[in-house]
């Protein structure tokens, strides 16, 4: 979910830091970003080079169609890492696990973790853990986040109309 972050520093927008902001051109950044860019007072945007008079990046407005889809991720507690998204779209189950470097195959349901099969012989010893394969997993996933996510997509469609 790409548009969850600055598309200059790739960092996930925050309410902090990172909170996006809506450059006079329409493009979103980061407040980090922003003031990283803004030289003599004047703030040239990297994406289309259009210049603009700013001070600070509290100048700008701020971008409260994200910042509402940001509150509503962390309400909901959803939570798209990278890997899975690339899982779900159909790409190579190529990702390792980080203490065996062994291909990623089975998702724990109770710890909301990955397990290669070295970490899954280990791992059904803990009471109450259950498991099931990547694809499964994934399958599971995109059915249970699916609305929520249509919601969030919604929400963000929105709140970003001019």
């Known amino acids: 979910m790409d548009f ?4 200059v520093c790739h ?5 902090e830091d990172h909170r996006p902001r809506n450059a006079p051109c329409g493009h979103e950044l980061c407040s980090a970003c922003i003031k990283a860019l803004i030289k003599n007072r004047i703030f040239e945007c990297p994406k289309c080079r259009q210049k603009n008079k700013v001070d600070v990046p509290e100048d700008l407005p ?15 507690s959803i939570s798209i890492p990278r890997e899975t998204e690339s899982r779900a779209s159909g790409a190579s189950n190529d ?5 065996h470097w062994k291909a990623i195959r ?17 791992h059904t010893t803990l009471i109450g853990c259950y ?7 994934m399958a599971d996933m995109k059915e249970k986040h699916s609305k929520n996510i ?6 963000f469609e929105e709140n970003t109309k001019f």
């Open 62 to 76: 701020v971008c409260f169609g994200l910042i509402d889809v940001i509150r509503a991720f962390k309400t909901q």
């Open 131 to 137: 498991t099931a394969t990547s694809a499964k997993a």
């Open 106 to 122: 089975h998702w724990c349901l109770k710890c909301q973790m990955w397990l290669c099969q070295e970490c899954l012989e280990s």
């Open 150 to 155: 249509d919601m969030i997509i919604t929400l």
């Open 4 to 7: 969850l972050e600055c598309k």
């Open 11 to 15: 960092v996930p927008y925050d309410e």
């Open 95 to 99: 990702e390792s696990c980080s203490v």
